[in-house]
């Protein structure tokens, strides 16, 4: 096995940014699979808790992830000059450093990561970060691409390859960001989403008062 490179310090920095970005987009991406793509009864849980909220909930993860997925497929530069931190930004320093043989590597995956965030990047130009009056009026444009979480797991698995390819290279390690750990997560809130249910279930069945949550520290929160 090869000696990994040392990390340039001009890529270390700017690397990390994106690093920290593309680790809670993760973590963002676990809470949204807890909550909305473990079973159908945990979202009749949901409804049945508080369906207008977790329908928020839902919609403004899913945006946020598109927005975010979206950001990091941007060129190195805009169109007005104006540097991004993106995946592209990367490609452009390792070619500056003239390590040929990551940059190939980065290169392909870079395009196929762009070419998974098409049609995200069509939500945000029409929807999420502008009102394209056309797309909302649904005039002269075609209807909006369908998302689908296939399509975002698709999109962070190639994410999660170009992040490695530069981690093998420089570390000789992967980093396993699909396996986000917190504490505290949406799992732990479902778990009192049931408590709660099961609560309206015994008040129901006359076990415990109506007024025992008033007994709750919690009560006037």
Known sequence: MKEAAQFPEEL???????????????????????????????????NESASTFFRVVQDVLMDDIQLTLSKL??????KRGKENLSLAMICKI??????????????????NFQ????????????RIAHFDLNTILKKKTKFLPGVSRKMVEDALKELRNFMNIINMYFT???TGYEHFLMTNDSDTLVEWLK????????WQEGKIE???IKKSKYYDA
């Open 210 to 212: 109506i007024n025992d």
């Open 115 to 126: 070419k998974k965030c098409k049609a995200f990047q069509v939500h945000r130009d029409k």
């Open 172 to 174: 000789d390690e992967e």
């Open 12 to 46: 270390k920095d700017i690397f990390g940014k994106l690093e920290s970005q593309v680790v809670w987009l993760h973590g963002r991406w676990k809470i949204y699979r807890q909550l909305f793509g473990t079973s159908k009864l945990r979202v009749d849980l949901l």
């Open 73 to 78: 497929a941007e060129p190195a530069r805009t």
């Open 195 to 202: 408590r709660g249910l099961r609560y309206e279930e015994l």
């Open 94 to 111: 390792v070619n500056r450093l003239r390590e040929g043989a990551l940059h190939s590597k980065l290169k392909r995956s870079l395009k």
